[in-house]
């Protein structure tokens, strides 16, 4: 017991007990915080891609596609409109959006980029206004396309500047969701 090796190792596994408790015991207590926050910030996101939104029911989510959810908006019996996430992928990797489409007109009523690794400052500009902004609405009735050039036709989408694939990645994913919807629920 005198030996200086074990009192260190004895020391130093005591000393590694004690720390991960605490790291497990700060992960439970802000665990339900973060749950809260993140059902909050999805709730909220909801919001800024559909109108009135109600009670949510959950919708079946096609095998293989890049569709992760889909949402419908029941107001008063009648559905008022989707709510889809999908998950492109960008430059950086997959880019987690929502695309809020209204029913029965068949519009875009917005489209909320929920997390991203684009390029920062080029690419990741697909989060701002400007962008995002030139989604509502637009008809689901033929796909959306990207131009580089200022958008001068009622399905464009004018790309951001040096993020050509970004963009390209977003439009594709609200264009995965209008498909679906066009196919699903756009003549009920």
């Not at 489409?101 to 690419?123: A, C, M, R, W, Y």
């Amino acid at each position: 017991m005198n030996n200086p090796l074990f009192k260190s190792i004895f020391a130093l596994t005591f000393i590694g007990a004690i720390a991960a408790g605490l790291i497990t015991y700060t992960h439970s207590l802000t665990d339900k915080i973060i749950a809260v926050n993140n059902a909050n910030s999805i709730r909220s996101a909801y919001q800024q891609v559909l109108s009135q939104v109600a009670y949510l029911e959950t919708m079946p989510v096609p095998e293989d596609s890049i569709i992760t959810d889909i949402k419908a908006n029941p107001v008063n019996h009648v559905i008022t409109g989707y709510i889809y996430t999908v998950a492109p992928v960008g430059y950086g990797g997959k880019i987690l959006l929502m695309v809020g489409i209204n029913h029965p007109d068949s519009t875009i009523n917005g489209v909320k980029i929920i997390s991203q690794q684009e390029t920062p400052g080029l690419g990741s500009k697909c989060t701002e206004p400007d962008f995002l902004s030139q989604f509502a609405g637009k008809s689901v009735r033929n796909p959306l396309l990207v131009t580089k050039n200022k958008a001068t036709l009622p399905d464009e989408i004018s790309a951001i500047t040096a993020s050509t694939i970004t963009s390209r990645a977003v439009v594709q994913g609200v264009n995965v969701a209008r498909n679906h919807y066009l196919k699903h629920y756009a003549n009920k």
